[in-house]
């Protein structure tokens, strides 16, 4: 599926290739300036492989409350949460952003999530005042990010949030676009119509920012420590798994799965965790098997070898608990690694 800024990312000499469900671009022919444009400078990119679902009707509050990991129910407009959607044996099937936009509330997930998501909603809206519908073909969403991102966004006079999953509306040029404050520092997301979309992208480009393909941003993903679902998140794993207390809230009440996530907090700990590991040397590859002391401890699920010249490689993946304090010493495809907490230090990602 092409996504609305083809058209764009063709005429800027986009090496094209699939991510997330969609095609869209990989490089704009040098990865390691696109990396260096989203941690000292400014990079915009194709967000098209994210899916927007509006959920409304009076019960949507409610109802979503009792659908996903966070607390929807004490959600002001204008703000959002991460969350996760469980089954009922708590193992995670997707995972979103959720905006409270007034009149409605927004869903943010990937394309390839969407379907799965939208088929859960409707399993769950039984006796409920509730409508949910794909809004992806009337939105779109651009990205920016690095230091100078919200600079390039006051060079177009758009609204810029104060707070991080906040939104400011604007009226940019005839066209409502909505700016979305990430929770990752310097980050942006910009929605609009897709009709809009190449003109906005072709105002950000003039303005200074660089164009940046999915190759660069996966490896920001992984220096930043945000997992991915699909690939660092598994339908397998428990939500305490994934270290990503961000989508939990134990204050909100009753949800799909929430008995599951309250034993385990009640447990105090889980057998296995998602962590960081730094390797000197060596880039083995995603999936190979983590070993102390000759025994297997873990998993790689994400793998990025960073170009800032310091033969820096960074990696997520699952460590068993006695094995995966920080500062611990692991192996990888005969590459030696120390296990770090998550985000990794700054001054190993930004230099």
């Not at 989203?38 to 009076?58: E, F, K, P, T, W």
């Not at 927004?106 to 409707?122: A, G, I, K, R, W």
């Not at 990503?244 to 965790?273: D, P």
């Amino acid at each position: 599926m092409q996504t609305p800024l083809h058209p764009a990312l063709v005429a800027a000499g986009a090496r094209l290739g699939e991510f997330g469900g969609t095609e869209t671009a990989a490089s704009f022919g040098g990865v390691a300036k696109e990396f260096a444009a989203l941690r000292s400078g400014g990079g915009v990119y194709d967000l098209g492989r994210r899916a927007q679902l509006v959920v409304s009707g009076n019960d949507r509050v409610r109802w979503m409350n009792g659908m996903v990991t966070n607390n929807i129910r004490d959600l002001q407009v204008g703000r959002g949460t991460y969350n996760f959607l469980l089954n009922a044996q708590g193992h995670i099937l997707a995972d979103m952003y959720i905006y409270n936009r007034g009149e409605a509330l927004m869903v943010d997930t990937d394309v390839s999530q969407s379907h799965t998501v939208l088929q859960l909603f409707d399993k769950y809206i039984i006796m409920d005042e509730v409508e949910v519908s794909d809004a992806s073909g009337k939105l779109t969403a651009i990205g920016l990010a690095g230091p100078e991102a919200a600079g390039l966004l006051k060079q177009l006079e758009l609204n810029i949030p104060a707070e991080p999953l906040a939104t400011a509306d604007t009226d940019w040029q005839g066209v409502g676009t909505t700016v979305i404050r990430k929770d990752t520092p310097n980050s942006f997301e910009v929605w609009l119509a897709p009709a809009n979309a190449e003109a906005l992208w072709n105002s950000l480009v003039a303005a200074g920012a660089t164009p940046v393909g999915y190759e660069a941003l996966e490896l920001a993903r992984v220096a930043d420590g945000i997992p991915r679902f699909g690939v660092d998140i598994r339908e397998k794993d428990l939500p305490q798994e994934t270290a990503q207390e961000r989508a939990l809230n134990f204050n909100k009440g009753c949800y799909l799965g929430q008995e599951i996530v309250e034993r385990i907090h009640a447990r105090g700990a889980v057998h296995r965790s998602l962590a960081g590991f730094e390797f000197t040397e060596g880039a083995p590859q995603p999936g190979a098997k983590i070993t102390a002391a000759g025994k297997d401890v873990g998993l790689l699920t994400s793998v990025a070898q960073l170009p800032n010249g310091n033969h820096c490689t960074l990696a997520l993946g699952y460590i068993r608990r006695e094995a995966g304090k920080p500062g611990s010493e692991v192996e990888a495809e005969g590459a030696q690694a120390r296990v770090s907490s998550l985000p990794f230090a700054q001054d190993r990602t930004h230099r």
